[in-house]
């Protein structure tokens, strides 16, 4: 079948549905919604059977879905109509949710039912549930509302209110004057839901040190104490705030934007406020404290069975120069355990996404951060390829992209949620790209297949990635039996009569590939490229950053992905 995938972003989730889509054998274009013009130009140019919009903030052109079937994923159960749908979930504490599919008609959300799947809602941030659960039960629910579009049969059920399991109902926008909180009223629990649910966008609005910004993220505190409202203490960037019952972590900022002024991002939340913290205390946790308490930390360590697990979770999975360097000092200090087995990777959600564009932004040299970033990012994958004693899995709970994927393809296996998208490139940011990937890539898929991959410039799923060797095995599942499988056979690893053989041939084929072309050899070539992506006045990637972090929108869909 022919579908077209419209949408207001090539974001998380239509990527997802680009990927599985394709996977099944279907033919997939993607047209960004700029515009009602450029739409209908694309459904012309392409000639669907069916338009499928994962992700839209706008309405179809009434003449499109007159002509074809347009459905629409909705991230809210039947019945359920607005445009904050996952914000009202997470705010009002909902314990079930739902994602619905539906046919566009003249009213928004209000079309016949080609699919509904519900899913457990996760106590967590809006965005981590989106790319998690929400992307799970949205792309069972499309390829169901597919398969029964193409089966002729099927006839879509008529919204009713009526009906036992219509339990939606039409909501507002979820304005600021429903997030804002009252710290001197408002216990944990309260504060928390409504962090996560503007994480990541919009965000919260509040005022610290009588200037206005936008909270983003939302963690528990077990042990700090305070007067409500007061910043308590930082750690590696996050600020600690006092509830009335006890404290809340928040990792990021962004001020908000003053008339005139200029656009504003999301950064490390000390970071925003500087100076205004002289006299806050930095209260650090080691990450095997951190593993055994109700705290926030970047950085976790624990050991079960013989196998040391060091997890990791970045905002949005990018890594500063100093995350670099923290979970690089983490490593080591993992390495030093006597255990014969190293896993890395979050227990859900982003596994990495490498170097961080926003803190490179609002740096006072983007070019020399950049650079920094870049070779921290180098140091922590050159310590994996170099661990010679140990076994390392790299666990893909969520997705990775550019040097996060290939920080993952460091390590000796590479596990992946099947749910997970993998961005092997570098391209669209203007880069050549590092951490040793010209090493690793080809190792892992052959040349060939390693230039078609940093060069077309798609997201790959899962069932490709292991098929062409970029991931050594995909598990189906949701994240915590993804985590519990990952256990599982990373103990079987452990316990392995062959293990010690595995050690030794690795040790013998990391000093034979060094003996034929060093690792800093590919480093040297690999940054030489890389400096001149950061420093000659003709490359694209200053301009392409400062796109991303303020999220211009682009003039038209790239021509690589209109199929």
């Known amino acids: 079948m022919r579908i077209l995938l419209v949408a207001s972003a090539f974001n998380s989730l239509t990527q997802r549905v680009h990927t599985e889509l394709r996977d099944r054998g279907h033919t997939v ?6 515009g009602d013009e450029p739409v209908r130009a694309a459904v012309g140019r392409f000639e669907p059977d069916l338009v499928l919009a994962p992700m839209l903030t706008r309405a179809v052109p009434e003449d499109v879905w007159r002509r074809l079937p347009v459905l629409i994923v909705h991230p809210g159960p039947k019945g359920d109509r607005g445009p904050s749908s996952l914000d009202w979930a997470i705010h009002e ?28 809602l996760p106590a967590c941030g809006k965005s981590e549930a989106y790319r998690t659960e929400v992307a799970d039960a949205a792309v069972e ?11 002729g049969w099927f006839e879509p059920e008529p919204l009713d209110y009526a009906r036992w399991d219509v ?18 009223a408002d216990d944990t629990a309260t504060v928390l839901r409504k962090l996560r649910s503007g994480d990541s966008q919009p965000g919260v609005l509040d005022e610290l040190y009588g200037r206005e910004h936008f909270l983003h993220g939302g963690h528990p505190e077990d042990l700090l104490r305070g007067a409500p409202g007061t910043v308590l203490a930082t750690r590696e960037g996050a600020i600690c705030r006092a509830t009335t019952d006890g404290a809340v972590w928040i990792p990021q900022l962004r001020p908000r934007r003053t008339p005139g ?48 697990y060091l997890e990791f979770a970045f905002p949005g999975g990018a890594m500063s120069t100093g995350q670099c360097r923290r979970l690089l000092a983490a490593y080591r200090e993992a390495c030093a355990r006597p255990t014969a087995v190293l896993v890395l990777g979050p227990a859900r959600d982003f596994f990495s996404n490498g170097i961080h564009l926003n803190t490179i932004e609002a740096a006072a040299d983007p070019a020399e951060e950049s650079w920094q ?7 922590l994958v050159e310590a994996v390829l170099t661990t010679t004693d140990k076994l390392t899995v790299a666990a893909l709970a969520g997705n990775a992209a550019a040097g996060g994927l290939m920080l993952a393809a460091a390590a000796d296996e590479v596990w ?73 056979e990373a103990a079987a690893l452990a316990d392995a009569p062959e293990l010690g053989a595995r050690l030794l041939e690795k040790k013998r084929r990391r000093a034979a590939d060094e003996a034929a072309k060093p690792l800093s050899a590919y480093r040297a070539e690999e940054l030489a490229r890389m400096r001149r992506n950061f420093t000659a006045p003709d490359e694209p990637y200053h301009r392409l950053r400062r796109d991303f972090v303020h999220k211009v929108c682009p003039a038209a869909t790239p021509e690589h992905l209109r199929g």
Request: proline share 6%.
């Open 416 to 488: 992946c949620r099947a749910s997970a998208v993998l961005n092997p490139h570098y391209r669209l940011m203007g880069l050549y790209g590092s951490e040793y990937w010209t090493y690793t890539l080809p190792r892992r898929v052959g040349e060939e297949t390693a230039h078609r991959l940093t060069t077309a410039a798609l997201p790959v799923g899962a069932r490709e990635a292991e098929a062409v060797g970029l991931v050594d095995r995909a598990r189906r599942g949701g994240a915590a039996e993804f985590r519990r499988w990952v256990e599982r």
């Open 93 to 120: 504490g909902a314990e079930e949710w739902g994602v619905t599919v539906l046919q566009a008609v003249a009213e928004m959300d209000a079309g016949p039912i080609w699919a509904s799947v519900p899913f457990t």
């Open 261 to 308: 002024g200029p656009a504003t991002f999301k950064l490390p939340a000390a970071q925003v406020l500087g100076s205004l913290l002289d006299g806050v205390p930095e209260v650090p946790v080691t990450p095997y404290d951190a593993a055994r308490r109700r705290t926030w930390s970047e950085l976790r360590y624990r050991e079960e069975a013989g196998v040391g």
């Open 373 to 379: 970033n870049i070779n921290a990012m180098d140091d």
């Open 141 to 151: 629910a499309v390829l169901l509302a597919v398969e029964r579009y193409g089966s």
């Open 167 to 184: 339990r939606g109902k039409p909501r507002p926008y979820h304005a600021q004057e429903y997030r804002r909180i009252d710290w001197a």
């Open 29 to 34: 274009a993607v047209e960004l919604a700029l």
